[in-house]
């Protein structure tokens, strides 16, 4: 017997101070092409304690406002995951960077066989000045890290990608700890180590109009940190 659920597209946004870009995001969600697949979309917006009306305009866009219990982004997903019903869900930055459409591309891989799905900007396009040099080459030796301590038949490209999408009972079995941005890096990790199958697609990422909450050096620590935790931990 088929549940309600499992006709149901879950798209997160976590988001902190992000007026400026929310309603934006959520305009371009493709509701009406993913309902054309036969789902119905669910819009959650994780709010961090924003004071500039994001979780105002959020309402009024028709999504659903959750308020994060904590502090940082690791915190807004774990919230997220524990408030999560349906069949698939994709998580995206608030902050326009990331394309909602890519959604329409990774959607047919979880139907068919992934399990996680992630966007990957250094296997697709990077609109100049949107990456420092600094944070590009971050970001390549923080993916050549989890690659080795987390051999997976493929080569991850984009650890740290804002944009995500994931099957239920990945949701349902990732317990996750990282309160910040090293979120992704903690999912990455238990993920592989849990058996998941992982794909990914190339995508667009476009520069944010404000400045950006990463520190590279501080967030670029704790994320190697991080993978290096994970790798010492048990599967739990």
């Known amino acids: 017997m088929e549940h309600m659920h499992d006709k149901t597209i879950c798209i997160l946004l976590p988001a902190l101070n992000e007026a400026e870009t929310i309603g934006s995001v959520i305009d371009n969600i493709p509701i009406d092409e993913i309902k054309a697949r036969g789902y119905d979309v669910n819009i959650m917006v994780v709010?961090?304690?924003?004071?500039?009306?994001?979780?105002?305009?959020?309402?009024?866009?028709?999504?659903?406002?959750?308020?994060?219990?904590?502090?940082?982004?690791?915190?807004?997903?774990?919230?997220?995951?524990?408030?999560?019903?349906?069949?698939?869900?994709?998580?995206?930055?608030?902050?326009?960077?990331?394309?909602?459409?890519?959604?329409?591309?990774?959607?047919?891989?979880?139907?068919?066989?992934?399990?996680?799905?992630?966007?990957?900007?250094?296997?697709?396009?990077?609109?100049?000045?949107?990456?420092?040099?600094?944070?590009?080459?971050g970001n390549r030796a923080i993916n050549i890290t989890a690659n080795v301590l987390f051999p997976n038949g493929h080569?991850?490209?984009?650890?740290?990608?804002?944009?995500?999408?994931?099957?239920?009972?990945?949701?349902?079995?990732?317990?996750?700890?990282?309160?910040?941005?090293?979120?992704?890096?903690?999912?990455?990790?238990?993920?592989?180590?849990?058996?998941f199958k992982v794909g990914e697609i190339p995508i667009f990422y476009d520069c944010r109009p404000n400045e950006t909450k990463l520190n590279s050096f501080s967030d670029g620590a704790r994320i190697f940190l991080r993978l290096l935790k994970e790798r010492v931990r048990d599967n739990n």
């Not at 996680?116 to 000045?129: A, E, P, Y």
């Open 47 to 137: 709010d961090g304690h924003s004071t500039d009306g994001t979780g105002e305009i959020a309402i009024s866009k028709g999504a659903r406002l959750v308020k994060q219990k904590g502090i940082g982004k690791g915190d807004a997903v774990q919230t997220a995951f524990e408030s999560f019903e349906g069949k698939f869900l994709f998580m995206l930055d608030a902050d326009n960077t990331y394309k909602p459409r890519e959604i329409l591309t990774m959607l047919p891989m979880l139907e068919n066989g992934y399990d996680v799905v992630l966007g990957s900007r250094l296997n697709g396009s990077v609109k100049k000045g949107a990456m420092t040099t600094l944070n590009y080459v």
């Open 155 to 195: 080569k991850a490209s984009d650890v740290c990608t804002g944009l995500w999408g994931f099957k239920d009972e990945v949701i349902d079995q990732l317990n996750l700890n990282a309160d910040n941005f090293d979120i992704e890096a903690e999912m990455y990790a238990k993920c592989i180590k849990q058996g």
